[in-house]
């Protein structure tokens, strides 16, 4: 499975933006997928994830302000993020798990796949 991750960008405190994750290669529907990010000079942090029958799950950081989704017709995965902060500035990555299960996978290590990354600034 190959990941296309894209919908970054700058914007401003209190904006949107929808990142988008584009699967290739196999069909997507029977993986769990993921959002995750890397500030700079930090480790790489669990955002958001969604199971095969659309469970999700958030990091407390953005519970109530993201909201992660997949169209299986489309073979993708999107992260629309309101009400974004300064802090929210970080690449974004999206990655998919080939294990079945009925739980949000939340460390990279449960991840098989990753996307190359997308650049989302958040100006003050």
């Known amino acids: 499975v190959q990941l296309q991750a894209s919908g970054g960008g700058l914007v401003q405190a209190g904006d949107s933006l929808r990142l988008s994750c584009a699967a290739s290669?196999?069909?997507?529907?029977?993986?769990?997928a993921g959002w995750f990010r890397q500030a700079p000079g930090k480790e790489r942090e669990f955002v958001a994830g969604?199971?095969?029958?659309?469970?999700?799950y958030y990091a407390d950081s953005v519970k109530g302000r993201f909201t992660i989704s997949r169209d299986n017709a489309k073979n993708t995965v999107y992260l629309q993020m309101n009400s974004l902060m300064p802090e929210d500035t970080a690449v974004y990555y999206c990655a998919a798990s080939r294990t079945l299960g009925n739980d949000v996978p939340t460390t990279a290590r449960e991840y098989d796949y990753w996307g190359q990354g997308t650049l989302v600034t958040v100006s003050s």
């Open positions: 290669g196999r069909t997507f529907t029977y993986y769990r």
């Open positions: 969604i199971t095969v029958v659309r469970t999700s």
